[in-house]
Nanobody
Framework: EVQLVESGGGLVQAGGSLRLSCVVSGFTFGDYIIAWFRQAPGLEREGVSCISGSDGSTYTIDSVKGRFTISSDSAKNTVYLQMNSLEPEDTAVYYC????????????????????WGQGTQVTVSS
């Protein structure tokens, strides 16, 4: 059974940092691309960043580049999202998702391309 379990969300003041974790199981880590998405109330789910489980190549959207960094530890089947200089606009539920690397490339994550999803973790940034 495929499972993705996020953790690390919380309440933080603007300018602060959080590190999200996504532990995956039920598939071969190196065969998948793992992404982070976020969804704020009333808005569409937005792909933030993704990473290849095989070679560690990454993609991050321009609006968070320089503030957010995705990384992985294949030995722990875990993908991280380090978020620095957080802004109130970053407030959202953050989800990790996975798709076979045979299906998509490491590029802008599009939610409809991803097959497996975690339950989400809330990130709230106060001003």
């Amino acid at each position: 059974e495929v499972q993705l379990v996020e953790s690390g969300g919380g309440l933080v003041q603007a300018g602060g940092s959080l590190r999200l974790s996504c532990v995956v199981s039920g598939f071969t880590f190196g065969d998948y691309i793992i992404a982070w998405f976020r969804q704020a109330p009333g808005l569409e789910r937005e792909g933030v960043s993704c990473i290849s489980g095989s070679d560690g190549s990454t993609y991050t959207i321009d609006s968070v580049k320089g503030r957010f960094t995705i990384s992985s530890d294949s030995a722990k089947n875990t993908v991280y999202l380090q978020m620095n200089s957080l802004e109130p606009e970053d407030t959202a539920v953050y989800y990790c998702a996975a798709v076979s690397a045979a299906v998509v490339a490491v590029t802008t994550p599009l939610w409809y391309n991803y097959d497996y999803w975690g339950q989400g973790t809330q990130v709230t940034v106060s001003s």
